[in-house]
């Protein structure tokens, strides 16, 4: 089995996504295509597998720009509504497949199971509805995806615990304020590691850029790519230029291979 990773970022953006609807904000104004951003997702495939990361809002926009033919499981990485609000576009994927796998902590999945109560029914469900296979992911407990070891990551978003995940050399964290000791271990000897850097001012749950580039610093992946941005991190093609040698700002349908 061919067991090289492909990671698709389908979306790169913060919870209102680039541009901000209304906004005159210069970056949100910009003709550059790697400025305009979707909510944050990726796509991880080997051999004939296909894994998203998150399933947000502009999901189906997403696939329709990186179509596959059949879709592996969702990995859930916390309830916020920019990651978890496309969760009914897996139905074309249902009505070929059947239930679709889905991995999130007994949180989350409480979560969902609020939001999107017909997806989840028993009895009585509505014909066109889709359904999920349930499983959880606990964070002292790595599970195997197709093959693969799958670590989950604990990070804090103030307050709030959130999953990352380790899939081979790949680690892939959003929405992180602080990583415990513990934890950080689980990121040793990663080749590329993907981190949020929202903005250029301190936020009280997300890395800001100077708290990206420390964490990529603590870590030391081959390669670091930042996601989760705002447009307040500012043009990417000049943000790009100053980042240090193998830290690169990821951008909407960039394709990478470990």
Not at 159 to 178: N, S
Not at 229 to 242: A, D, N, T
């Amino acid at each position: 089995m061919d067991c090289s990773l492909k990671i698709t970022f389908l979306g790169t953006g913060t919870s209102q996504g680039i541009p901000i609807l209304g906004s005159r904000h210069p970056v949100c104004l910009s003709a550059d295509e790697k400025d305009k951003r979707l909510r944050v997702s990726v796509l991880v495939s080997w051999a004939d597998c296909n894994y998203v990361i998150d399933c947000g809002p502009d999901f189906r926009q997403q696939l329709l720009r990186n179509p596959i033919d059949q879709l592996s499981g969702v990995l859930f990485t916390h309830e916020h509504s920019d990651h978890t609000a496309g969760i009914d576009d897996i139905r074309p994927f249902f009505f070929r497949q059947g239930d679709i796998p889905i991995y999130a902590h007994e949180r989350v999945v409480k979560a969902l199971k609020r939001r999107f109560d017909y997806i989840f029914a028993d009895a009585d469900r509505y014909p066109g509805a889709p359904a999920v296979a349930i499983n959880l992911v606990d964070k002292h407990k790595p599970f195997e995806l197709s093959g693969l070891k799958v670590t989950p990551i604990e990070v804090l978003h103030n307050r709030l615990p959130v999953l990352g995940y380790r899939i081979g050399d790949f680690v892939y964290l959003t929405d992180v304020k602080r990583v415990e000791e513990e934890e950080l271990s689980k990121l040793k000897n990663c080749k590329v590691l993907v981190v949020n850097a929202l903005r250029i001012e301190p936020h009280h749950s997300h890395f800001n850029l100077e708290e990206a580039l420390e964490f990529a610093n603590r870590v030391g992946a081959e390669r670091t790519y930042f996601t989760h941005i705002s447009h307040l991190l500012g043009f990417h093609e000049e943000v790009q230029k100053e980042l240090p040698e193998g830290v690169f700002l990821a951008y909407d349908n960039l394709k990478i291979t470990i």
